[in-house]
């Protein structure tokens, strides 16, 4: 089973070939390659080092709640 998480890009490298995401309050370096027009402030699916497309902040916040949700309930 793969997974994507989404992340919000907080930079992106001058050649626009990488960017800086933030997680969770974790920050990587992941690869543009297969996205096209994005900006700081985006979110994108992250997989294994790839942003894999652009998403709406709004299923961005979503799916992290739910990701929220589902770590509280692994703690009972």
Do not use: N
Not at 16 to 24: C, D, E, K
Not at 34 to 58: C, M, N, R, S, T
């Amino acid at each position: 089973m793969c997974l994507a998480v989404p992340a919000q890009i907080i930079a992106i490298s001058q050649d626009h070939t990488q960017a800086s995401v933030q997680l969770a309050g974790v920050q990587v370096e992941v690869s543009l390659a297969l996205v096209e027009e994005v900006a700081v402030g985006d979110y994108v699916l992250i997989h294994v080092g790839f942003a894999l497309q652009k998403i709406d902040p709004e299923e961005a916040e979503a799916t992290l709640a739910l990701f929220a949700e589902v770590a509280l309930m692994a703690q009972e």
